[in-house]
């Protein structure tokens, strides 16, 4: 789940500048579960960008706009207003934008509605994210009983907790639990504390080498 929140209207409106007929794509999947590009959304965009001079060529919510086939599918559906449109406005994270962008045949200008934050679970209650992976391509959580210490460690140590840990708590916020008393208790649980034993080396950032890519099987 990739989480995103709503850019003001006025920052927008600058980003728009002078065009004027607009195409929205919003997102069926992560930002109708943040509630930043779902159907009420991109209503109330539409009306706040009519209230302002603009007009609406029309509008979409592919599944997936990450996904190019999903994209294309609603241009196609939307043939007509997407023709019409000088600019699309995505209401997505930053992966939806720049697909609407690889996909758009005639290279229009393409502007984005939403702050993309973090990668997240959601929790059973469908309100709380939580950042719980930062994909840093060599995973550890084989070592760390499952806890990951790159997202829930303020300070991202591989090898037991800074010395402000206290009671529990994490020193940068107090109100959050020490991701490494978390991963002790874990590992005491599972009986597995010799594991904090294997010093792990510094992680190979070569790894996170950007901007990363994945081809499965043969392209062509
Ligand atoms: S160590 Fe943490 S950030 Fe890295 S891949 Fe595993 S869960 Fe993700
Ligand atoms: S108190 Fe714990 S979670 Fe906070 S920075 Fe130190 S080791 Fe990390």
């Keep these: 789940m990739i989480v995103t929140k709503k850019k003001s209207i006025e920052e927008i409106l600058k980003a728009l500048g002078p065009a004027s007929k607009i195409f929205i794509v919003g997102c069926g999947e992560c930002a109708t579960t943040c509630k930043t590009g779902g159907e009420k959304e991109i209503i109330e965009m539409k009306a706040m960008l009519e209230a302002n001079g603009k007009t609406i060529a029309g509008w979409a919510i592919p599944k997936?706009?990450?996904?190019?086939?999903?994209?294309?599918?609603?241009?196609?559906?939307?043939?007509?207003?997407?023709?019409?449109?000088?600019?699309?406005?995505?209401?997505?994270?930053?992966?939806?934008?720049?697909?609407?962008?690889?996909?758009?045949?005639?290279?229009?200008?393409?502007?984005?509605?939403?702050?993309?934050?973090?990668?997240?679970?959601?929790?059973?209650?469908?309100?709380?994210?939580?950042?719980?992976?930062?994909?840093?391509?060599?995973?550890?959580?084989?070592?760390?009983?499952?806890?990951?210490?790159?997202?829930?460690?303020?300070?991202?140590?591989?090898?037991?907790?800074?010395?402000?840990?206290?009671?529990?708590?994490?020193e940068v916020d107090k109100n959050k639990d020490c991701a490494w008393v978390l991963i002790y208790n874990r590992l005491k649980d599972l009986n597995k504390l010799d594991s904090l034993k294997n010093v792990k080396p510094a992680k190979d950032y070569s790894k996170v080498n950007r901007p990363r890519e994945v081809i499965l099987g043969n392209k062509s």
Excluded at 64 to 83: E, G, R, W
């Design 64 to 170: 997936a706009p990450c996904i190019a086939s999903q994209t294309k599918l609603h241009f196609a559906k939307n043939k007509k207003a997407v023709d019409e449109a000088e600019v699309f406005l995505v209401l997505a994270c930053g992966l939806g934008g720049q697909s609407v962008l690889e996909n758009d045949r005639n290279k229009r200008p393409v502007y984005i509605g939403c702050d993309t934050m973090f990668g997240s679970i959601l929790d059973a209650t469908g309100y709380g994210f939580f950042e719980r992976c930062a994909m840093c391509g060599e995973c550890v959580l084989n070592a760390t009983a499952g806890i990951c210490p790159v997202t829930r460690c303020a300070k991202g140590l591989l090898n037991g907790p800074c010395g402000g840990s206290n009671k529990g708590k994490c």
